[in-house]
Each structure stands twice: as C-alpha cells, then as structure tokens.
C-alpha cells in the first residue's frame, strides 16, 4: 500500500502565513482608499483646495504617485514592499519607513509593557479569584471591579488620569514621549509613560482576566486537582505548580491575540496623552488621507500582529508536549 | 511535586464556598494564631520594613526632585513652551501643510511684508514696493543685511526664485497667487536689492496683500530640491527663530535667531510641543507645563480660565466663520429666492448668543468678514422669517428638502447647524443634517455632489480679496455661483489699477452677493486664547493669526515684556505633590514588606 506523502507542518503553517501576508498588502492598500476624500485638502488647506483647477489637483497628487490608476499604485506599492520601500508620506514629506520607525519605538514600549503588565495582572487577579471562587471580595467584586475598569473607554479613563495626576496634581508631564529640557533620559521617559501605561493597562485587562479565570476555573475541576487535594498538597501549589500550567496554552493565546486590541488601544491612548508612537501617526495619516502612510502603518501593524501568533504558535509546543507530538496546534 | 508534600496526616483546612476538606498528609506544627494572622511581628521585621519605608520614600523624592531640578536648570535660559495642535512636518513651506500652518512657519520664514490681514503691512524683508506708471509693474526694494540662518547673504534672487518656483513649481497653498490672482508674468532681480515683477494684469495689492502673503525660501537649499514635497531637511529661513532640532509627532526646538533684522527675539528657546487633543492642551496651560496654546479656548472654558489665578486669557479676531456653502450648481439652491431665504430665515444673531456665548460678530453684518480691512461697509445679512416664508412660496419650494454636510470633528459648527435645521423648518423647508469628516466632505464638494455644507473658512478666505476672486474662478466652493454681476465685477477687479479702485469695486461686489448670498456666515468668533503672564506677557493678537505668531514673540521698539527665567516661572510641579507620592510609595512599600513578612511567616 503506497503512503501519502505527508505535507510537512511547519512548511504548511508558513504557507498560510505567506497567504495572509499576501492578504494583508491587498488590505493596507485598499483600506485606505476605501474613505472618500484626497490629501490635497491637508497639502494646500480647503479652500486652496476648492480653488484648484483638476490640472492643478493632478500635478498636486503627482508628487505622491497618487494621481496614477490604481492598479499602478498597487503594483507600484507591492515593489515598494518587497524591495522595502513604502513610499513618501504626504503628511511629513519623509519617506514612510522613516516616518515609521521614528514612531515605533515608542509604541513597541507603551504596548509591549502595557501588555506584559496587563497579562501579570489578569494573571495575578484570576489567580486570586479561582482560590477564592465566589468569595466576594476575592473574587465576584474583583471580577466587577476589572470589568468596570476595562469597560470604561480608553479616551475617558485617559483623560481623567490626566486631569487628575498631571493637571491638578501636578505629578506628571501631559504630553510627549522623551525627556525634554536636559531631564534625565530615563526619567523622563519614565515619567511621560505612567500615564498611558496605566491608561492601555488597566483598559485591556479585563479580557485576559476573564480568559485566564475561566481556564482556571476549568482546570480546577479536573480530576488531577482533587487527586493532588487529597494528597494534601497546599492550594497555592496545586494552582501555581498544576492548574496554571495545564491553563496556559489559552492565556497564551488570548495574551497574544490581545496584542492587536492593545494596539488599537494604543491609538486612541496616544493621541489622549500626545504620546508620538504609531498609533497618532495613523490618526494623523486618516485626518490628511495620506494613504502611503497609512498603507504603511497598517501593513507594519498587521505584521506585528501575525508576528505575535507565529510567537503564539511556537509557544504552544514549548508549553504542551501533546501539541509538539500532533505536530501542531490540538483542533 | 516535591517529597516535602508528599506523606503528611489529615489536616482540616478551610476552602472558601466549598466546606471543608480533609487533607492527608503530615500535620503541620502548630503555630501561633498571630502569626497566622499576620500580626505577629518581630523586631527585626519591623525595623526593616521600617527602613524600606524610608528608603523607597527617599528613592522617590530624589526622582522627583531631580526631574524637577533638571527642568527648573534647563528654564535657566529664558524658554517658552508653547502648545501646538499637530506635526508641521519639517515646518517648511512645502510640507507644513495648508493655512493654519501659517503662524509656526512664519516663525522661521519671513515674507517681504508683514501680515496681508492688516490695514497697511509693514516692510519686513523689503523695504519698499512702489508700482510703476505702467501699472502692471511693480519695484521692489530689499533690505540689506539679512542672512540666512546657515549664513549665507539674503538677495534678490532668492525673491525670484521664490516666486517662480511657487509659479511653475508643484502646486502648493501659495501657487496660484503667483500663477493666478496675480499673475506674475515675469520676475526679475534688477541688482542684489532690486526686483522687478510684472504681472499679467494690473495687480494693484501686490504689496499688501501678495508680498505680505508668500514665505521667501533660499534658493541656495532649494534650488537643489529636485521634489519640494517631500523635502525633509532643514527649514532654513530669515526668521527669528531657527529649528534647532525635532523630535518628530513630539516637538519642535527652536532657538532664537540673534541675527534677526527686525528685533530681538524675546525668548532665547522656543518649544513647540505637539498636544493633538484640545483637552489636554488646555490641562497643560492649567497645570504650567506650557506657557500658552496656540488653539483658541472653547467659549465654555473661558470663563473658567479668566477666574484662574496663573492663567490670563488674550483675545484676537482669527478672520474666521461658521458658513452654510450652497450647491448653486443644482437644485433647490441653483434658485437665488431660496439663498435669500435662507439667509433671512437664519437668526444669526441668536446663533452667536446660545453657541459663542455671544463672543464674536453676528453672521448678520454681512459677508465676507466684516472687519476685514478689505471690506466696507457690508450690507447686512437680517434675519427676516417672514420675508423667508413669502420668498420659499413664491419660488414654490415650501417643503423643499435637502441636506446639510457637517464637519463632525468640530462641535461648535455642529451645534450652530442644528440650530439653523430648527430655524430653517419653522419657515417650511425639510433640511436634514450627515456629519462626516472633512476630508470626505472636500471630495463630495469637489464632485458637486452636496446641497449645502457648513465649514469654518479661515483667514486666507475671508480677508483675502485675491483668495475670493481665486474662489470664484474654481471649480468647486463659490464656482457655481452663476450670478453674472458679481462675475463680471470679480473679472473688472483683476482689471483695475489703483488699490481705490479695486475698493470700489470689492465693495460693490459685496452689496450684490448680500443680496444674492452663495454663502451665510452664521458668526465670526471672537477668540480667546490662554497664556500664563508669568512666563510672558508679552503675546498680541494679531488678525488672522491668533496670538502664537513672530509678531508677538519679536520684541518690538520700546517692548518691555520678556520672557521670565525659571526663577520666576512654574515648572508646574507642586511641592505638595511630590512629597504625598513619596509618602504614599512609602507607606506602600512598608505594608508590602509587612505582608511579605507575614506571607513567609505563615508558609
């Protein structure tokens, strides 16, 4: 009897990787193009504009390769990508990979420890509510508390962090990102980060928690639980030792698939704050309808975003053997 | 699991909710009910959470005092910090953007006279500028010794390079004044100091209005800019400031040019720091993070601001409006009854009371901008709903339905329209009201697909006669407007000689459109800005400008208002502040350390 070949998993799982890439360049390009407007309103002003004659508008656009037919800017932007160029921004008159990553920094520190830090505090909280299931103030008024916070829109919690630390306060800087005014580097990067930090943090919590509990939960009614219950293992043992490993693999998940909700965040978190990462470049780019720009920012975020599942992925056979031997991800 | 777990006695332990359970496995050794309780404390384990108290509140007040030192040292030299609304880009002409841009740009790049918004502008890289018998020709003279910031030597060049590159160049905000209304035929550099420009027709407000209007760039680093867009180096102008350095969506740094030709720049630093959000901008005025914000205060902020001990609020005429644009090109506003009705049936004078608070002009003194140095004596704009009522009935279009575009990222306009809905139905028309965002609104105008849309026009607008004619030339905006008086009227003021005669005729250009309105302005705010007199007193409100602009930040003759020093200005960091943090880190710390203690006492 003669074997089917078998297709071999890694090989397959890049295969839809290079798919969605694929994908994702068709949907930075047409994304932005969908919204009706132009950006000679934000190059010459609205009513310079209105004053253009459509040859005027032309040579305006030009400049930008955007008065040229669609499908030539397409293919025109899908050589940029692969030779790694992605155009001039309209907004800032810099090439886009520059426009780019002088914002990324920032926005890779806001939501990588706003990540990280949401990630420990769901975890440390549905840690706390499993032991205590039930339990009010362990755990039914956290769970009120978290979801109240997470419920509560970025752009209001942000602006009353603000109002209260920096303006009434005075704690805090406001606005911006660096240090200023031969401060510290450090600290005032430091100091300009709190705020949003704690604004991203506390607004994406919830969804962690509520996974990460509810994989507690499920775990605890397993039988290896009351097995190592009646050998009389501690509580906090059979939790941190047993019942979080065997609950990783959602936590993980959700902690990665959370990344693109954390960057979204991160939009509306950095414009509150004045933070310059990607998030108010692409405020910026919506406003003046710079799609290089925009086309840009969306690939590069969208990148980040598979990144963090192939991560994710990876992960998966690092932290359960049984998906190492079925040779990927259990379905 | 660990062999320490493994071979232990029943044990009765509690389990939140859920009974008891008994365990098996060695009995723990009992131990005092305090320290289970956590409440047992030895001394060593007092003192050292003791000491971590005291060493995380004194971590925290060191921070906290040198973040403040180091901001009081670098105030040490006399800085401002202004709030700005968004990223200029490289603040250059090209890249900065449209009109708004104007005030920050103007801090690098001089033109060759000052404000076009003013009744007579001042000469500021020229010295004078006298049309010649012929009319069409114009003699420019230019001030010696001005550099620019590399260095190099200001001349006559530079002007023409300037002019013709805005002429045949890319097309940017100043284009079609240089290719258009005027049109500069010929520019020519007669010596070092001299220009010579013709235009194509008379162009009597050449000086007042165009010189006083077009940035001059160095030819020196442009001629070498083969795509001007997207030029990204320095902005190098005459101005009395330079960019030192930028940090780009953050600041702008910029120090003062010392060499300026028309005063002393009052502040040795300038930072423009880039606070997107209204709110927030106006949080930092409160709080002293910034000395000013460039962006005018919401009328229900002001009076707040005004009753603030450290806060003083300026006031100036921006030259803007809320207006309601018609679609003359199709029905139902291609009839001049129904514009005329429109414009009676709207009580402009209640719009500016409930939405301005009654800061500003009623829409009802006529259009364009009433204090404008170029316009007259406005016939005016009343409100008439009777005269409205007889007007729709006449032309047959009671009921007539159509609908309103609002720009939705501006409140005040948005509030101002559905008011003007209410006033519009109670004379029988079915208006309707699509908020979108501008840019979709510029490209639905572009198209001629809109009954009508509400905007702000700025000053560019509004008290630019040459931009008015420009508008009523386009294709889009007023080029609809089919009413062949004003047309030709439009066609004679390109025509004209004298600046009188071009008066005359602007003049009896805005007698017919109040009659036969293509726009009605609902209000021209009068706005207000916040500025913290500590650090400077010195801003003006200059038209058409706001109060950030060189005007108010060159010290003039006999100016005395300076820029204070740290000694004198608040680094907005209260000292009460820093001493609850570093309390409240260090009595967090000290019940950590407690906890902990307890937690290992317990295990």
């Known amino acids: ?331 | 699991m660990s062999g320490r777990d493994e071979h232990r006695g029943p044990q009765v332990v509690g389990y939140p909710n859920k009974g008891t359970l008994i365990r098996y496995g060695a009995a723990k050794p009992t131990v005092d009910a305090r320290v289970l309780s956590g409440n047992e404390r030895s001394p060593s384990g007092g003192r050292r959470a003791a000491v971590g108290g005291l060493l995380a509140l004194l971590l925290t007040s060191v921070w906290l005092t040198c973040a403040a030192t180091a901001r009081g040292q670098a105030d040490a030299e006399r800085t401002l910090r202004v709030a700005i609304p968004k990223d200029y880009a490289n603040l250059s002409v090209y890249t900065a953007g449209a009109s708004d841009a104007d005030p920050f740009v103007g801090l690098i790049y001089d033109t060759l006279f000052s404000t076009p918004y003013v009744e007579t502008p001042r000469p500021l890289l020229a010295l004078s500028a006298e049309q010649t018998t012929r009319q069409r020709t114009w003699l420019v003279k230019l001030r010696d010794g001005v550099t620019w910031h590399d260095g190099t030597p200001f001349t006559a060049k530079d002007v023409v390079f300037t002019f013709e590159l805005y002429r045949d160049g890319p097309p940017n905000r100043w284009t079609h004044h240089a290719s258009q209304t005027p049109n500069m035929r010929s520019v020519v550099a007669l010596d070092d100091r001299t220009v010579q420009i013709t235009c194509a027709q008379p162009c009597p407000t050449l000086a007042d209005i165009t010189l006083a209007d077009l940035p001059i760039l160095p030819e020196h680093v442009w001629s070498t800019v083969k795509d001007p867009a997207t030029y990204d180096g320095s902005a190098i102008g005459t101005g009395p400031y330079r960019v030192l350095r930028r940090v780009p969506g953050e600041r702008y740094e910029l120090a003062a040019n010392d060499r300026y030709f028309a005063g002393k720049p009052v502040a040795d630093k300038l930072i423009l720091s880039i606070i997107p959000e209204p709110s927030s901008a106006f949080l930092a005025l409160r709080s002293g993070q910034v000395d000013a914000v460039s962006s005018p205060l919401p009328p229900q902020l002001v009076e707040s601001f005004n009753a603030h001990r450290e806060v003083d609020v300026v006031k100036a005429t921006p030259f803007s409006d809320a207006e309601l644009v018609f679609n003359m090109g199709r029905a139902p506003f291609d009839s001049a009854p129904l514009r005329r009705a429109v414009m009676l049936a709207i009580d402009k004078d209640a719009l500016l009371e409930t939405v301005l608070l009654g800061r500003g002009i009623s829409g009802s003194e006529g259009w364009p901008h009433p204090r404008s140095p170029w316009t007259g004596e406005n016939p005016k704009m009343p409100h008439d709903p009777t005269e409205a009522r007889r007007l729709i009935a006449q032309a047959k279009l009671a009921g007539a339905e159509f609908e309103i575009l609002v720009p939705q990222q501006d409140p005040v306009v948005a509030r101002a329209t559905e008011l003007v809905v209410d006033d519009l139905r109670a004379v029988g028309l079915k208006p309707s009201i699509r908020a979108m965002d501008q840019p979709t609104i510029s490209e639905l105008t572009a198209k001629g697909e809109f009954d009508a849309y509400v905007w702000g026009a700025t000053a560019h607008a509004l008290a630019d006669p040459t931009q008015l004619i420009q508008s009523f030339n386009a294709a889009s905006y007023m080029g609809t407007y089919e009413n062949k008086a004003v047309k030709k009227l439009l066609a004679a003021a390109q025509r004209v000689p004298t600046a009188t005669e071009f008066r005359a005729v602007l003049s009896r250009t805005h007698e017919l459109i109040s009659a036969d309105p293509p726009v009605v302005p609902f209000f021209y705010p009068e706005q207000r800005y916040g500025i913290r007199p500590a650090s400077f007193d010195g801003w003006k409100g200059s038209p058409g400008l706001g109060v950030v602009h060189k005007y108010s930040l060159v010290a003039g003759p006999g100016a005395a208002a300076t820029v204070a020093t740290s000694a004198q200005s608040s680094d907005g960091r209260s000292p009460l502040a820093i001493v609850l943090v570093a309390g409240v880190a260090g009595v967090l710390a000290a019940w950590f350390i407690r906890r902990r203690r307890a937690t290992r006492t317990k295990g």
């Open chain 1, 1 to 331: 009897m003669r074997r089917q070949p078998r297709r071999h998993p890694v090989g397959r799982r890049f295969a839809q990787y290079g798919l969605l890439l694929g994908l994702l360049v068709v949907g930075s390009f047409a994304l932005p193009r969908l919204a009706p407007g132009d950006p000679l309103t934000y190059l010459v002003g609205g009513n310079e504009a209105a004053a253009f004659t459509s040859e005027e508008r032309a040579r305006a656009l030009a400049q930008f390769g955007l008065d040229a037919p669609l499908h030539e800017q397409f293919l025109d932007y899908v050589g940029g990508v692969v030779s790694g160029d992605l155009g001039t921004s309209v907004r800032y008159g810099a090439t886009v990979s520059d426009v780019l990553l002088d914002r990324l920094p920032w926005t890779l520190l806001l939501v990588g420890v706003a990540g990280v830090l949401a990630a420990a505090l769901a975890l440390s909280a549905a840690l706390a509510g499993a032991r205590r299931r039930g339990a009010g103030a362990g755990d039914t008024d956290l769970l009120a508390g978290i979801l109240l916070l997470s419920a509560t829109p970025p752009f209001f919690l942000g602006m009353l962090i603000l109002a209260i630390v920096s303006a009434e306060l005075g704690l805090l800087p406001a606005y911006g990102a660096s240090a200023s005014g031969g401060q510290t580097p450090v600290v005032g990067v430091l100091e300009r980060l709190a705020m949003p930090l704690a604004t991203l943090t506390v607004t994406t919590t919830g969804v962690m928690y509520l996974i990460a509990r509810s994989a507690l939960l499920c775990e605890l009614t397993q039988g290896y639980v009351r097995f190592a219950r009646a050998k009389g293992v501690s509580e906090p043992r059979i939790l941190r030792r047993h019942v979080l490993r065997n609950a990783l693999l959602p936590i993980v998940t959700i902690f990665m698939v959370s990344l693109g909700d954390v960057l979204g965040g991160a939009v509306v978190v950095e414009t509150v704050f004045s933070y310059p990462g990607l998030g108010t470049a692409i405020y910026e780019g919506v406003l003046a309808r710079d799609y290089p720009l925009l086309q840009g920012a969306l690939l590069m975020v969208a990148v980040v975003v598979v990144a963090a599942n192939a991560i994710a992925d990876g992960l998966y056979t690092l932290i359960d053997p049984r998906v190492r031997r079925a040779g990927g991800v259990p379905r």
